[in-house]
């Protein structure tokens, strides 16, 4: 049996997520140790990885974009959103929160209690288009990274990032600026 051009990836490997994917575009390559639950709201586009040992939950929906990396050991989870506009990156161990448990409103902090006795906080992280977020950042919710902004390693993202800027820090601050890309024409 020939395996459709659309479920093989560029090392011409079958793909079993592309069957369930919302989208799956040309040339992705999903290794097979990445962990992958609700395929079915993640839309990815062409020429995209996601390397071995990553875990991705796709909560309301993960929109990856063309030419975007995911390292191993990255998380994306919390039941939220994700856009990854193109050529953006995640480092190696890159923590991505589309939702968390929050100590505001006196209730208590365990995913093992049912909603209801929580506090929870989802909401949707952008990443734009050549952004790269260094090894081991951690992104909490409703955070924007800017077009081209650089997010140093080890680094705790709590607020939006301003587009062309260098990062670091716990909690992240702009040390500074990154010239932008130049397209060919």
């Known amino acids: 049996m020939e395996i459709p051009k659309e479920l093989t990836t560029q090392n011409n490997m079958f793909s079993h997520y592309a069957v369930a994917f919302g989208k799956y575009g040309d040339n992705v390559t999903i290794y097979p140790t990445a962990k992958i ?8 586009s062409d020429n995209s990885v996601i390397d071995d040992f990553t875990f991705i939950y796709g909560g309301k929906g993960i929109t990856i ?3 975007v990396h995911i390292a191993s050991f990255v998380s994306i989870t919390g039941g939220g959103e994700l856009v990854m506009e193109d050529y953006s990156v995640l480092a190696c161990g890159a923590r991505i929160l589309t939702g968390t448990d929050t100590y505001h409103g006196g209730k208590r902090m365990n995913s093992t209690l049912p909603l209801t006795q929580r506090n929870v906080v989802r909401g949707k992280v952008y990443i734009g288009k050549d952004a790269f977020v260094g090894t081991n950042v951690v992104v909490h919710p409703n955070v924007t990274i800017g077009e ?9 993202v709590l607020k939006d990032i301003d587009p062309w800027t260098i990062n670091v820090g716990s909690p992240c601050k702009r040390i500074g600026q990154r010239p932008k890309i130049q397209e060919k024409i």
């Open 37 to 44: 639950i609700k395929p079915e709201v993640i839309k990815i």
């Open 65 to 67: 974009g063309r030419n």
């Open 148 to 156: 081209g902004a650089i997010i140093g390693s080890n680094s705790l």
